[in-house]
T-cell receptor, first 115, second 115 residues
Framework: DTAVSQTPKYLVTQMGNDKSIKCEQNLGHDTMYWYKQDSKKFLKIMFSYNNKELIINETVPNRFSPKSPDKAHLNLHINSLELGDSAVYFC??????????????FGPGTRLLVL | AQTVTQSQPEMSVQEAETVTLSCTYDTSESDYYLFWYKQPPSRQMILVIRQEAYKQQNATENRFSVNFQKAAKSFSLKISDSQLGDAAMYFCAYRSRGGSEKLVFGKGTKLTVNP
């Protein structure tokens, strides 16, 4: 049973295109995240949503727009893709318990290659 | 801002031996969490172990244990009886308790296990 799933796993596209990555979790968590892992394996937070409300928005180009239709889903839409957007994008989720967000669990990642 | 430093880009260990991966962090907060995540070639981010800063006792999970030195801001991971399946990138991560609860990652240590 998949806990945090992402689609697609691989995405190859041309510069200038618009693409979306979808994330779903069936853990009953209320907070979801997007992280970017660059070619040097460095992981950095991009966005976080709690119960469909944006709570973290790091310095990310506004070509990136997250959307959370409900607390089990967090999608990432990228406009006008650039070569530098090539990376692995990870979705993660966590549960708020006693006012504290617990351990984050990660999806399998989506490898995006922009040509 | 919090930072996490992993000073060993690569480490190797013989199968069945013990290896220790280093991690130091910088924070002005007193309450936080520390994590070790493992990323095998499959790319999946897997939680290895978690430590709450308010707990003096070092966390252990089977063959994995940590040496948490709060005053020194050090959080090393010890892997005992290393197995071939332990070969992976290992990431140390910090998370505040409350506020912006994003994970801040180190740059990772690539662990090779030699048969």
């Amino acid at each position: 049973d998949t806990a945090v799933s992402q689609t697609p796993k691989y995405l190859v596209t041309q510069m200038g295109n618009d693409k979306s990555i979808k994330c779903e979790q069936n853990l009953g968590h209320d907070t979801m995240y997007w992280y970017k892992q660059d070619s040097k394996k460095f992981l950095k937070i991009m966005f976080s949503y709690n119960n469909k409300e944006l709570i973290i928005n790091e310095t990310v180009p506004n070509r990136f727009s997250p959307k959370s239709p409900d607390k089990a889903h967090l999608n990432l839409h990228i406009n006008s893709l650039e070569l530098g957007d090539s990376a692995v994008y990870f979705c993660a989720s966590s549960l708020t318990s006693g006012g504290v967000r617990e351990t984050q669990y990660f999806g399998p990642g989506t490898r995006l290659l922009v040509l | 801002a919090q930072t996490v430093t992993q000073s060993q880009p690569e480490m190797s260990v013989q199968e069945a031996e013990t290896v220790t991966l280093s991690c130091t962090y910088d924070t002005s907060e007193s309450d936080y969490y520390l994590f070790w995540y493992k990323q095998p070639p499959s790319r999946q981010m897997i939680l290895v172990i978690r430590q709450e800063a308010y707990k003096q006792q070092n966390a252990t999970e089977n063959r994995f244990s940590v040496n948490f030195q709060k005053a020194a801001k050090s959080f090393s991971l010890k892997i005992s009886d290393s197995q071939l399946g332990d070969a992976a990138m290992y990431f140390c991560a910090y998370r505040s308790r409350g506020g912006s609860e994003k994970l801040v990652f180190g740059k990772g240590t690539k662990l090779t296990v030699n048969p």
